[in-house]
């Protein structure tokens, strides 16, 4: 799949900035960007340089007051999410606000947290928000070249990404190696419960890509610990999560009526939280209805 960039829509007249209050591009011809969740004519937009600065501005505020070691959770509000509708940047907005974030972590002591945090997001942004999958797979290795020496508990992630790079390149037989070693490492280093899930859901998915069935891992367990997930799901954002992951697992295990059924719900859950022109909905939908036409082709096989 060629890589692609995607344009900022057009800023509504009399739209200002959140943060200076001034309408138009800032002083360097940065326009207005709205990539989250705000409705409305004006809500939500702001000048991405002025963001940069409110996030630096607080990351700096935070580490004086906390030291080196301070959950990731901190930062997310910062350069990830709006404060307004509190959802996750999208698009190119992600992207750009990622690559800032990595550079301004740079300042931060090499055993930083928030270093390893920064390498990680922008290497998801870049290939879910931006399809810029070698650009995400450098990050990843970057990534891994800190877990020997400082942080050996990302490098079940990196390597799990490097392995999603490959797959969203449909270059199955590269991922499966990946993901293999992301499951080795994770059950020998500290990697949440929920990650190593997420591990098995891929590695089954892209071994059944490759016709290769792996008894190490049941399908139907993994069908059920997502159930058991959504029935747990903190909020929205995080069942919609679990709900792709089931409707993975299903299509897996053959139960491809019930995976339609889900992948629908699930996008329900997209148009409810970020709209439904939204351009994060609109490329679940275009996943979705490849996915459908798939299962389609399946059972009419039968």
Same mark, same amino acid.
């Given at each position: 799949m060629a890589?692609?960039s995607?344009?900022?829509?057009?800023?509504?007249?009399g739209? &200002?900035?959140?943060?200076?209050? @001034?309408?138009?591009?800032?002083? /360097?011809?940065?326009?207005?960007m709205r990539?989250?969740?705000?409705?409305?004519d004006s *809500?939500?937009?702001?000048?991405? /340089?002025?963001?940069?600065?409110?996030?630096?501005?607080e990351m700096?505020? =935070?580490?004086s /007051?906390?030291?080196?070691y301070?959950?990731?959770s901190?930062?997310e509000?910062k350069w990830?999410?709006?404060? %307004?509708?509190?959802?996750?940047?999208?698009g190119?907005?992600?992207?750009?606000l990622?690559? !800032?974030?990595?550079?301004?972590?740079?300042d931060?002591?090499?055993?930083?947290?928030?270093r390893?945090?920064?390498?990680h997001?922008?290497a998801?942004?870049?290939m879910f928000?931006? %399809?810029q999958? $070698?650009?995400? +797979?450098?990050?990843?290795?970057r990534?891994?070249q800190? =877990? %020997?020496?400082?942080?050996?508990?990302?490098?079940?992630?990196?390597c799990?990404?490097?392995?999603l790079a490959y797959e +969203?390149?449909?270059a199955?037989s590269?991922a499966?190696?990946?993901?293999?070693? *992301?499951? %080795?490492?994770?059950s020998s280093?500290?990697?949440?419960? =929920?990650?190593? $899930?997420?591990?098995?859901? &891929?590695y089954?998915r892209?071994s059944?890509?490759?016709g290769i069935? $792996? *008894?190490?891992v049941?399908?139907?367990?993994?069908?059920?610990?997502?159930?058991?997930?959504?029935?747990?799901a903190?909020?929205?954002?995080?069942?919609?999560?679990?709900?792709?992951?089931?409707? @993975?697992?299903?299509?897996?295990s053959?139960?491809?009526?019930?995976?339609?059924?889900?992948?629908?719900? &699930?996008?329900?859950?997209f148009?409810r939280?970020l709209?439904?022109d939204?351009?994060? #909905? +609109?490329? *679940?939908?275009? +996943?979705?209805?490849? !996915? #459908?036409?798939?299962?389609?082709?399946?059972?009419a =096989?039968?």
């Amino acid at each position: 799949m060629a890589e692609q960039s995607t344009s900022p829509p057009p800023t509504p007249s009399g739209a &200002a900035c959140w943060i200076c209050l @001034e309408e138009g591009p800032d002083g /360097s011809g940065g326009p207005l960007m709205r990539n989250c969740a705000c409705r409305g004519d004006s *809500a939500g937009y702001a000048h991405v /340089s002025c963001i940069v600065k409110y996030a630096q501005v607080e990351m700096k505020k =935070t580490v004086s /007051s906390h030291g080196t070691y301070i959950p990731s959770s901190k930062a997310e509000t910062k350069w990830k999410k709006c404060p %307004n509708c509190k959802q996750q940047y999208q698009g190119q907005m992600a992207v750009t606000l990622s690559n !800032h974030y990595v550079t301004h972590s740079k300042d931060l002591p090499e055993d930083h947290e928030w270093r390893m945090d920064a390498l990680h997001y922008s290497a998801y942004c870049h290939m879910f928000q931006g %399809n810029q999958y $070698d650009a995400a +797979m450098s990050l990843f290795r970057r990534l891994l070249q800190y =877990t %020997n020496s400082h942080h050996p508990h990302w490098f079940a992630p990196s390597c799990f990404g490097i392995g999603l790079a490959y797959e +969203m390149k449909k270059a199955f037989s590269e991922a499966l190696p990946w993901y293999e070693r *992301a499951r %080795n490492a994770s059950s020998s280093c500290l990697v949440r419960q =929920t990650t190593r $899930d997420e591990i098995d859901t &891929a590695y089954t998915r892209v071994s059944a890509f490759l016709g290769i069935i $792996d *008894a190490s891992v049941p399908v139907r367990n993994l069908v059920d610990i997502w159930r058991q997930r959504i029935r747990n799901a903190p909020d929205e954002y995080y069942s919609f999560e679990c709900k792709i992951r089931l409707a @993975e697992c299903l299509g897996c295990s053959g139960q491809y009526i019930e995976a339609l059924a889900v992948g629908k719900e &699930a996008i329900g859950y997209f148009v409810r939280v970020l709209g439904p022109d939204h351009e994060h #909905t +609109m490329k *679940a939908k275009s +996943m979705h209805d490849r !996915h #459908t036409a798939r299962y389609r082709d399946f059972l009419a =096989t039968l």
